[in-house]
């Protein structure tokens, strides 16, 4: 089993900034790909952004040039940097893992979700 442990998560002004962590741990061999996904109220979830084993990374249009995805390897942890927040980025924020067990099992994990709410 693995566990994802979220932070970073609350209440900012528009055009303010806010930084996510998800850190893995548990029966981890390898961690593929990592991701932030987003879901308001009455909406579906949505991507937000990824980042491979590789560092390449993905993200929505909607937070291109805003959001920065990161990850840390040594610590099985991926960030989200959230700059100029808007208050259409006011949701629920989950991180995603894809992992890789001992036996060989791949996996996909979700966290229990972080709020940002963006108001003045």
């Known amino acids: 089993q693995v566990q994802l442990v979220e932070s970073g998560g609350g209440l900012v002004q528009p055009g303010g900034s806010l930084r996510l962590s998800c850190a893995a741990s548990?029966?981890?061999?390898?961690?593929?790909?990592m991701g932030w996904y987003r879901q308001a109220p009455g909406k579906e979830r949505e991507l937000v952004a990824t980042?491979?084993?590789?560092?390449?990374?993905n993200s929505a249009d909607s937070v291109k040039g805003r959001f920065t995805i990161s990850r840390d390897n040594a610590k099985n942890t991926v960030y989200l940097q959230m700059n100029s927040l808007k208050p259409e980025d006011t949701a629920a924020y989950y991180c995603?893992?894809?992992?890789?067990?001992?036996?060989?099992?791949?996996?996909?994990?979700w966290g229990q979700g972080t709020q940002v709410t963006v108001s003045s």
């Open positions: 548990g029966s981890i061999f390898r961690i593929n790909a």
């Open positions: 995603n893992v894809h992992t890789m067990d001992y036996n060989g099992y791949y996996s996909n994990y």
């Open positions: 980042i491979t084993s590789g560092f390449t990374t």
